[in-house]
């Protein structure tokens, strides 16, 4: 049966850095939905004639209606470690983050935590992510078991880590490699699960493991790869001890196949000259997580000299919760604008919201499902409300038909109080 949404609709046809008219924008529009995906986008007046009789209409005529966000680096298993004082990533990754993993050994706990973390995604419009889940391949299992329960597109995967954690967290390069394989052949591509192949960083992996990673990812070339790199720089100094004879931290990823375009490296902060060379080379993703950057002091990602026009690095956004601060896509890219303020860079709304949505979408491989307002993608929307708060409806007072400036007021002060609904599949959630 048929649905629609109608109101103000906002989607990207191009990366608005690159393009004046990437931007498209509906003051009346309406978006017909059948059997969970878009089958028409336009004017509300063009297309309304065309449903049938008692189509079911949500109408938000102030708000405006997007894609749904996507956010390409986030821990479920880290819910309650997010907030936690003092330190920066090797030592919070002790004292918090293996601490809170730990609990996952529980599937009953991890199936809790699932239901919660998909829930609170949804309540701050994000409906697709890559998620990085504990050692214990059950955690993947109930993440994935929650996200077909609701329809969602999520891409996950056990973290693989043999060496440098503690002894409860601990796999190995053989039990790692079948545990992954079964999760692959479990959800891989079944309905709208992705499958993605996580050596967890460098430092907790030994050289066995990161091979195993490396065949795992030759044997099923359209799984994504996740891990972290280049964050923090007692973490790359520890690299280069472990690897004296690669010629850098990404190059490590390098020698054992990791690097690539289904891959997905969350931070890269730290990067010489050739690591960003050979990221763009091998057209893998540097996922930019600005919330986790600064709460664990980690440094100020340099997104210009990322998108260099004669080596340009594919960059995606994202909230590395734990380590990240929001579950926001909206506070995270308050914060990036902030970060590259720092840098003497600028973030235009446009950009940032191009990221969250169609430009996430590319990064993840999933361009023909979501992240843009077009016939035959999947009805995953958010609806913004920019005057939700009443310091926003104040700002608002002072906003006259400039679309820029109110999506730029949703970056910088908006939250979950400025998502007024989120739609999987043309279904209100949750
Ligand atoms: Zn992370």
Redesign the pocket.
């Known amino acids: 049966m048929q649905r629609a949404v109608r109101g103000r609709l906002v989607s990207f046809a191009g990366d608005p850095a690159e393009s004046e008219d990437a931007v498209r924008y509906w003051s009346d529009g309406l978006v017909a939905i059948d059997g969970g995906r878009i089958v028409a986008v336009g004017d509300a007046q063009a297309i309304a004639p065309t449903l049938p009789p008692q189509t079911p209409v949500d109408h938000y005529p102030e708000q405006l209606i997007m894609p749904g966000f996507i956010d390409t ?1 986030i ?1 479920y298993v880290q819910i309650e470690a997010i907030a936690s004082f003092g330190s920066q990533l090797l030592d919070w990754l002790k004292n918090y983050a293996f601490v809170a993993e730990q609990k996952f050994a529980d599937p009953d706990f991890a199936a809790k935590q699932a239901r919660f973390f998909l829930d609170e995604l949804l309540r701050n419009g994000t409906t697709t992510a890559l998620v ?1 889940c504990s050692v214990h391949a059950h955690s993947a299992d109930a993440l994935f078991e929650e996200a077909e329960r609701r329809g969602m597109a999520i891409a996950a995967g056990k973290v693989m880590m043999d060496r440098n954690v503690p002894d409860g967290l601990r796999d190995d390069a053989a039990s790692s490699y079948a545990d992954s394989k079964a999760l692959i052949a479990r959800w891989h591509k079944r309905g709208r699960a992705r499958y993605a192949i996580t050596p967890r960083f460098v430092v907790s992996s030994t050289p066995e493991q990161l091979a195993a990673a490396g065949t795992l990812l030759r044997e099923h070339p359209d799984c994504l790869v996740q891990s ?1 790199l280049a964050e923090n720089l007692d973490e790359i100094a520890l690299v280069r001890e472990t690897y004296p004879q690669a010629a850098s931290y990404t190059d490590v990823y390098h020698r054992f196949g990791l690097l690539g375009p289904t891959t997905v490296l ?1 931070h890269c902060i730290h990067l010489a000259e050739d690591e960003m060379a050979l990221l763009s080379r091998t057209r893998t993703v540097a996922a930019f997580c600005p919330t986790s950057n600064l709460f664990l002091g980690s440094g100020l990602f340099d997104l210009a000299a990322m998108s260099k026009k004669e080596r340009p690095v594919r960059v995606s956004l994202a909230t ?1 919760v734990g ?1 990240g601060t929001s579950y926001s896509m909206l506070q995270t890219a308050g914060a990036a604008y902030k970060v590259l303020q720092l840098r003497d860079q600028k973030l235009a709304a446009y950009q940032a919201f191009h990221m969250m949505t169609r430009g996430n979408a590319h990064a993840l491989g999933l361009e023909q499902e979501i992240g843009t307002l077009a016939p035959g993608r999947y009805a995953d929307l958010v609806v913004l409300d920019a005057r939700a708060t009443p310091a926003m409806r104040a700002r608002m007072a002072a906003v006259h038909d400039r679309l820029d400036e109110e999506l730029f007021v949703l970056m910088i002060m908006g939250d979950d109080r400025a998502v007024a609904a989120t739609y999987v599949q043309g279904e209100k959630r949750p």
């Open positions: 680096h821990h990085y972290h969350g590395d380590g």
